[in-house]
């Protein structure tokens, strides 16, 4: 018997998996101690956890445990990474680079830093999504102090070429910077032969808790300092200080373990039943695959269906299936996905673009009654659409006026 | 953000979807909105000559699901209406009838845009002078 609402929307955010919240538990109510206290068993309890967690964390990315700062998610990873560096190489230069797909976190912080007197440089991806490495190559300079570049895509899925972006930055001696974000858990990631200098990821899009996360800083050839973000006492090497959220830890750590051993048969399973989903809607006529189809992620797929409105097709589900859309149309602006406009989709075709996720626990049934749902909502709002209407006429929409409003 | 009953209900069971014959004299046209902003509305209206009023109305919208339940709710208001009195409907009173958040008030602008277009289009069909709308303060 099918659940709803089924959850197809993994690259918001996954379930915490039972075995991580089992985890979790104690160190709520028995193990409560500061990792900081250093004089008693509660804190020393609490140190130990920490220290395991941390184990299990680098052990996924091949890092050391002492390279891993723990933070309260991605995006103070994204900016301790880029302010912290921005700010503690000044006197080697003030140019970052990075691309027009990143998250907000990262576009943002950008934005901060040209405020702040820095220069940024962000690169167009291709219309699969990539990033070409020689444009990451003519874009450095002599005062280029890192590269930060997304290691696959929230929207899309794209893998970006990252090993080959870090051959480039060791050559040039420039810091790279990854979000890593939607890539940590769910396709291999190894910090050392990828040539990563930093590299922010976070527990809940892994089977983890909200609310806390990681940054990876190389302590090795090079190493490398970030300036703190955050006053205080001096946790995390001095790089990021506050009291650890000890149960978010050892959760984190139990979710990395899990990908570790997990990571390969999800991925298969979970490529497996994404290919049945998205071959099976993009037998709907005018439907089209967003992305790069073979550089991506297992687990997304991101189609628009062209002449009908994402949010208004969501609405056809939205009780039975959680999922996304590229259409803005609850945002103020009414501007559809950047993400999307990047890869030279028109606004129309971002209006109409369905970001499917799926995750640990998505089965075949619920990919079925998917595939089912979305076609039968796409056919339906087509027929009230007029702007398919005019397609079936053979009239050609950019022929059109459009009162813009 | 959840949508209202009547959002849902004009959504799931959209009245009066469908095409009238544009060369028809007594049919007016109007087609408002653009692909880029994410809703286009087309809304017509067919004119009774005896009587002067509208007999029947028909829509079809791409757009969100506030955009259709606003557009589907006014052909059924414009229904028996003169094509006077059919000018006088205001968004608001769409807004109010379908409980629309604030961020969905456009839609309810663009079906009034629809209106009035196709109403000029039926004007201009017949030699009537178009009427000049102020612009809608919300767009």
Request: hydrophobic letters at 40%.
């Amino acid at each position: 018997m099918l659940k709803f609402p089924i959850y197809l929307d993994h690259n918001a955010t996954t379930p915490c998996d039972p075995r991580v919240v089992e985890a979790m538990v104690p160190y709520f109510t028995e193990n409560f101690g500061n990792a900081a206290s250093r004089n008693h068993p509660f804190g020393w309890q609490a140190e130990e956890a920490v220290d395991y967690a941390r184990e299990q964390v680098a052990k996924l990315i091949g890092a050391d445990p002492k390279e891993i700062i723990f933070t309260s998610g991605a995006t103070e990873g994204d900016n301790l990474a880029i302010k912290g560096v921005f700010e503690m190489y000044a006197s080697k230069g003030n140019h970052i680079i990075t691309c027009n797909i990143e998250h907000k976190a990262v576009l943002d912080t950008c934005k901060h830093i040209e405020k702040e007197g820095g220069e940024v440089t962000y690169l167009e991806v291709n219309n699969e999504g990539l990033i070409d490495p020689k444009d990451v190559e003519a874009a450095i300079k002599p005062n280029t102090i890192l590269i930060a570049l997304m290691y696959a895509n929230n929207e899309v899925g794209t893998v970006m070429p990252i090993r080959e972006i870090g051959e480039i930055a060791r050559k040039h001696g420039v810091l790279l910077f990854t979000d890593a974000t939607q890539a940590v858990g769910k396709i291999p990631v190894d910090v050392k032969k990828d040539n990563i200098d930093l590299l922010a990821m976070t527990a809940h899009k892994m089977y983890g808790p909200k609310g806390v996360g990681a940054l990876y800083v190389r302590r090795k050839n090079p190493r490398v300092k970030v300036t703190a973000q955050l006053d205080g006492g001096g946790h995390e090497r001095g790089m990021r200080s506050g009291t650890l959220n000890v149960p978010g830890i050892v959760g984190f750590g139990k979710a990395c373990e899990l990908a570790m051993q997990e990571m390969d048969q999800d991925a298969k399973r979970l490529s497996a039943l994404r290919d049945k989903l998205e071959n099976a809607l993009l037998q709907i006529d005018e439907a089209y695959l967003n992305g790069h189809k073979e550089h991506r992620l297992p687990h997304v797929s991101n189609i628009s269906f062209k002449y009908v409105e994402g949010e208004g097709l969501m609405m056809g589900f939205n009780k039975e299936i959680a999922l996304s859309s590229g259409s803005a149309c609850t945002s103020a602006s009414l501007e559809p996905s950047y993400v999307l406009k990047a890869l030279g989709l028109g606004d129309d075709l971002a209006h109409s673009s369905l970001r499917f996720g799926l995750g640990r626990f998505t089965t075949e049934e619920q990919i079925d009654y998917t595939i089912e749902q979305v076609t039968k909502t796409v056919n339906k709002l087509r027929e009230m659409s007029p702007l398919w209407e005019m397609y079936k006429e053979g009239i050609d929409l950019d022929t059109i006026e459009w009162a813009h409003h | 953000m959840a949508y209202s009953e009547k959002v849902i209900d004009h959504y799931q069971n959209p009245k009066n979807v469908g095409t009238l014959d544009k060369s028809k004299n007594n049919v007016g046209t109007g087609l408002v909105g653009a692909p880029e902003c994410g809703d286009v509305m087309r809304l017509q209206i067919e004119v009774d000559e005896a009587t002067g009023l509208i007999k029947d109305a028909k829509f079809k919208t791409f757009g969100c699901g506030s955009a259709i339940a606003s557009s589907s709710l006014a052909t059924e208001w414009l229904k028996g209406k003169s094509v006077d009195e059919a000018i006088k409907i205001d968004n608001m009173e769409i807004v109010e009838e379908l409980n629309l958040p604030p961020v969905k008030i456009h839609c309810s602008v663009l079906a009034e845009d629809a209106i009035k277009a196709a109403v000029n289009d039926y004007r201009k069909k017949n030699g009537l002078e178009e009427i000049k709308f102020e612009e809608s303060a919300v767009h």
